[in-house]
């Protein structure tokens, strides 16, 4: 069993000031597999304290930006050196199926190889062009935001922690990282690779916490930008806090992403794409795309297929090796999933398979029946509101117009697929789709690209350069 009975906060591992554990359950069988303390407001201001004396001595905000990358790769080296103990720590926590967390591993080394290579290129100081009316010269220059809070969800806590502090570390600034209670061991072991990285004092704390203590942190008057992934609610929330404060913020929220299959699209290649494009991490991803949109002359061909995926999927315990999709990561999780499976009966849709009885010989664990819902008009509420599970529903258009309207047809834009024969053609529907990123016949995501919503989905983008300088501020500097 693995405990963390002290806080990671500056660099060092503290006592923390509620000495209690949290037992750490584990989503399969409900068995405790893990302890660790968590951090209340008296631990935040100790570690936004030392993110605040840190930025304000310029221990690490005036490191030349050389310095800060050899950092960062000896991060992203330790990482990957330790790519399967965090696979498997995912795993038992959150109860993503094996195949998944180990898949992420190369996607993790991407995002932080799109980050650094911003970060060398990155114009963190430049001279602008001179002004023929004027005798002065302007400086252009990028420096860090100051103090940030990092804010992220449970469903996949490596991707969204390095999201955030590698390219907050590499523009200069003091972090403190707010993970979810669940994510206590996981994000324990991260703790334990940034302490080997050597950062300096005061930079970077790691900090399990509950929601009441998150929203303590976001409303310190000693953190001066709010990165945050999460519900759309929550967003919403922070989003007032910011305002009020005039916090710098970024928002990555939820999603009920399309993915338009088109007339002349090969349906088994679609259906075969869709196993990993909608039912990822067990269906408790923000990019899931649970709305399938087909064409009415294939519409019972795309159905058909779909039933015959998810009904060959293995459900079970996410450590054995096929396992495709695991239990959900909390009971009133389970139950939430549940519930929207028997609101999708009562609203008249057609249940093609699965269901909200708990898969046989499961009943210990959190799971949930995969579930594909067809005759669903894009009104009901399991089209339009995000259910995070393994459930799927068919929607129907008539043509080409109806099936970017249905797709857009949604208070949330963060993903989106098209599946074609004819790729140009597939590009023309994409551009027409009002979602931050949208995939052509199930490509994956590019890291050096902006990822972030439109919409409901969010405020601001991550990855590459765009993300990096999300952590930036301009100063101009007339000589």
């Known amino acids: 069993m693995i405990t963390y009975d002290r ?5 060092s591992w503290v006592e923390p000031s509620d000495p209690e554990p949290l037992d750490i359950p584990s989503p399969h069988d409900r068995s405790v597999i893990g302890r660790a303390v968590q951090a209340r407001p ?6 936004v304290a030392a993110a605040r004396a840190s930025f304000e001595q310029g221990v690490w905000c005036r490191t030349p930006p050389v310095e800060r990358i050899a950092a960062i790769r000896r991060f992203n080296a330790l990482r990957a050196e330790n790519a399967e103990h965090v696979a498997r720590l995912i795993s038992s926590e959150n109860g993503s199926a094996g195949w998944f967390t180990r898949a992420s591993q ?10 650094l290579r911003a970060a060398e290129e990155f114009a963190w100081e430049e001279a602008l062009p001179a002004d023929p009316q004027s005798p002065a010269r302007s400086v252009v220059r990028r420096e860090a935001v100051g103090v940030v809070a990092a804010v992220i969800p449970w469903n996949s806590p490596f991707s969204s922690a390095t999201s955030k502090i590698i390219p907050a570390l590499l523009a200069g600034n003091s972090v403190v990282l707010k993970v979810s209670p669940e994510n206590s061991l996981s994000m324990g072991f991260l ?21 009441e203590t998150s929203e303590y942190l976001v409303s310190h008057r000693d953190v001066d930008k709010i990165a945050f992934t999460g519900s759309t609610r929550a967003g919403r929330r922070i989003a007032s806090i910011a305002g ?20 002349d699209a090969d349906i088994d290649r679609a259906v075969a794409g869709l196993k990993f494009g909608s039912l990822l991490n067990n269906g408790e991803s923000c990019i899931a795309q649970t709305r399938v949109l087909a064409p009415r002359n294939r ?32 009971p009133d999780q389970q139950e939430r999933v549940r519930s929207y499976i028997r609101l999708g009966i009562e609203e008249g849709a057609r249940l093609v398979t699965g269901g909200p009885q708990i898969p046989e010989g499961l009943e210990k664990g959190n799971y949930v029946t995969p579930t594909v819902f067809a005759d669903v008009d894009n009104s009901m509420r399991i089209a339009q509101e995000e259910i995070f599970g393994p459930v799927l529903v068919v929607v129907a258009y008539d043509d080409e117009d109806d099936a970017v309207r249905i797709a857009n047809d949604s208070e949330y ?44 989905s969010g405020i601001g983008r991550e990855y590459g350069a765009v993300g990096l300088g999300a952590y930036t501020e301009y100063k101009t500097i007339t000589l």
């Not at 008296?42 to 570690?47: F, G, L, N």
């Not at 190369?106 to 980050?115: D, F, K, S």
């Not at 009020?244 to 338009?260: F, I, M, T």
């Open 42 to 47: 008296a631990d935040v201001d100790r570690a």
């Open 106 to 115: 190369p996607g993790l080394t991407r995002q932080a190889n799109a980050y």
């Open 244 to 263: 009020e404060q005039l916090k710098r913020v970024s928002l990555e929220l939820g999603g009920k992403s399309a993915a338009v299959i088109l007339p």
């Open 191 to 211: 703790a334990e690779l940034l302490e080997r990285v050597g950062l300096p004092e005061g930079v970077i704390s790691v900090l399990p916490a509950d929601r």
């Open 413 to 456: 834009g963060l993903s989106g697929g098209v599946w074609s024969a004819d790729e140009k053609h597939a590009l023309a529907v994409a551009r027409r789709i009002r979602t931050g990123t949208v995939t052509v016949n199930g490509a994956s995501v590019a890291f050096d690209g902006p990822f972030g919503g439109f919409k409901a």
């Open 7 to 11: 806080l990671f906060v500056g660099g």
């Open 299 to 330: 519409y019972e061909e795309v159905v058909a297929a779909l039933k015959e995926l998810v009904e060959s999927l293995k459900v079970g315990d996410p450590n054995e090796p096929d396992t495709f999709i695991g239990p959900m990561i909390r």
